[in-house]
């Protein structure tokens, strides 16, 4: 008993950290001390941290390749490019200028992944927002919602749809009969949802752009390369393959391609990647292991089980909620591996099965950890010398993400089994 107090004490003490960010220190810091304390205090052998920690490696290559793409965009200017069109189409409309920004964001996170989204539009959109001359928060709140709202369209929309299914992942036609009715629920209802949060900004003016600065080489080659990253991910998920890998080759490569043409030195580039992201996911990940000893995956695989024996209708309905909340209290990402296995102890069937993917990527839109995009939409804004507190987030989150969810929930129960 004490063994078991002992990690959920750690867990909770380091998911706190992630959350409240004490002393404003990097989220990192808390998993990776957690992560660290349970090997220390002999609640987790270091080969079982290690063997945690590799789990993540198509996770870890994926995140590079994506920030390796968005700082060699920033830094050739492709953003301010694109800052630019996005004005002209406006026509002096913030309305105009809010459904531009987040179409983009939704078919970015449909071909590209949620973590891609505020990895690489974040910065594309205060760009924009500062061509525009417009208050950047409504808009930059567009990477943070719909980067969750529009990650289950495909598999590839969101890593963590790999981490929940893991190799029983659905054919496509199959994943799109079950998930394309209730993402275009909640991708439909969030936009509904944020354009009234936001209505008063919405009023304001967007600047006129007359002329713009034509796009540099090193900004052509970086445009071509994330067109190129869509195609191999979409290869890739065609094929059942991992993401990881050629994400970071496409990341990798693009790189090394605009340096040897503009003669530089990489360390600029090198320095903007967010490496701090790393050691965030790989804590996570020794986190879960340490609850795994706990035992508490096999009881909630026995519950599970009996539940959808007793139920299954209601069973989807209350695992899609639980799964949000809990998605929201300790990161989606170990919720998702904590749902993953126990799903698959437990047998459910496809509706049950949606309803738990369903929360782990649409619940973590409550708070600012819900999920790793989101995080990482935080450390961008920093970057830009924005700041959103943990409350004001949920303030918004706890009107945009219930009636999504339910939504959701509901086209997602009314197909037939």
């Known amino acids: 008993m004490a063994f078991n107090s002992a990690i959920w004490a750690i867990a909770a003490v380091a998911t706190f950290g992630v959350i409240a960010r004490p002393w404003n220190s990097p989220e990192f810091v808390w998993a990776t001390v957690g992560a660290a304390m349970l090997v220390l205090f002999n609640l987790l052998s270091w080969q079982e941290a290690v063997a945690a920690v590799g789990k993540g490696t198509d996770v870890y290559l994926f995140l590079i390749g994506m920030m390796l793409l968005s700082e060699v965009a920033r830094k050739e200017g492709l953003f301010d490019w694109l800052a630019t069109q996005a004005v002209r189409h406006a026509r002096g409309s913030a309305k105009r200028l809010f459904l ?68 029983q992942m659905p054919a496509l036609s199959e994943w799109l009969r079950y998930f394309a009715g209730p993402s275009l629920a909640a991708i439909l209802t969030t936009y509904v949802v944020l354009r009234l949060t936001q209505g008063p900004a919405l009023d304001a003016k967007v600047a006129a752009i007359k002329d713009a600065p034509p796009l540099t080489l090193g900004g052509k080659l970086a445009a071509i390369g994330i067109v190129l990253t869509v195609v191999v991910l979409l290869s890739a998920s065609a094929f059942d393959r991992p993401l990881g890998f050629p994400t970071f080759c496409a990341g990798a490569s693009l790189t090394a391609l605009v340096l040897v043409i503009a003669r530089q030195s990489p360390l600029p580039i090198l320095k903007g990647v967010s490496w701090g992201v790393l050691p965030l996911v790989a804590g996570l990940f020794v986190i879960v292991a340490g609850l795994n000893e706990t ?17 299954p209708q209601a069973t989807s309905w209350v695992a899609g909620i639980v799964v949000a909340v809990a998605s929201n209290l300790v990161n989606n990402l170990p919720v998702g591996l904590i749902a993953a296995a126990t799903s698959h102890a437990a047998q459910v069937p496809p509706q049950v099965a949606g309803a738990i993917l369903i929360g782990v990527d649409l619940g973590p839109n409550l708070s600012v ?49």
């Open 369 to 417: 950890t819900g999920s790793l995009a989101t995080i990482l939409w935080l450390i961008a804004l920093r970057r830009e010398g924005e700041n959103v507190t943990p409350l004001r987030y949920l303030k918004l989150g706890f009107i945009v993400m219930p009636p999504a969810l339910v939504l959701s929930l509901l086209v997602l129960s009314a197909l037939p089994p």
């Open 100 to 167: 531009i920004i987040y179409v983009v964001g939704t078919l970015m996170t449909v071909f590209l992944s949620n973590d891609a989204t505020t990895v690489v539009m974040t910065p594309a959109v205060y760009a924009t927002t500062r061509a525009a001359q417009v208050e950047p928060l409504p808009y930059l709140f567009i990477c943070a919602f719909v980067a969750n709202a529009a990650s289950f369209v495909l598999p590839i929309a969101n890593p963590a749809n790999l981490v929940v299914f893991g190799g």
């Open 295 to 311: 035992g508490v995956l096999w009881a909630l695989a026995r519950n599970l089980h009996d539940a959808v024996a007793a139920s």
